[in-house]
């Protein structure tokens, strides 16, 4: 479970004030099989509620990605 991992961060995509997806992002301790990098993160269980599918949510998302993983992790 994500709260039990201090390097897991499950996140809640919001459309109108509504869950319309989630994504989980791994710190360094999951990271380092797959990269060298430890500023690195790795996004798994990316998901979009198939209601909600059709609307940009996953394509604006992912746009606000990379300033999002910007904050100091973990919270």
């Known amino acids: 479970m994500c709260s039990e991992e201090?390097?897991?961060l499950g996140t809640v995509i919001l459309f109108k004030h509504q869950p319309a997806g989630f994504f989980v992002l791994h710190g360094w301790n999951v990271v380092k099989v797959?990269?060298?990098n430890e500023k690195a993160k790795l996004l798994r269980a990316y998901f979009i509620n198939p209601a909600y599918q059709g609307r940009g949510i996953a394509k604006q998302s992912l746009e606000y990605l990379s300033e999002f993983i910007n904050v100091p992790f973990p919270r």
Do not use: I, Q, V
Request: hydrophobic fraction near 0%; glycine fraction near 0%.
């Open 6 to 8: 201090e390097e897991r």
């Open 34 to 36: 797959y990269s060298t």
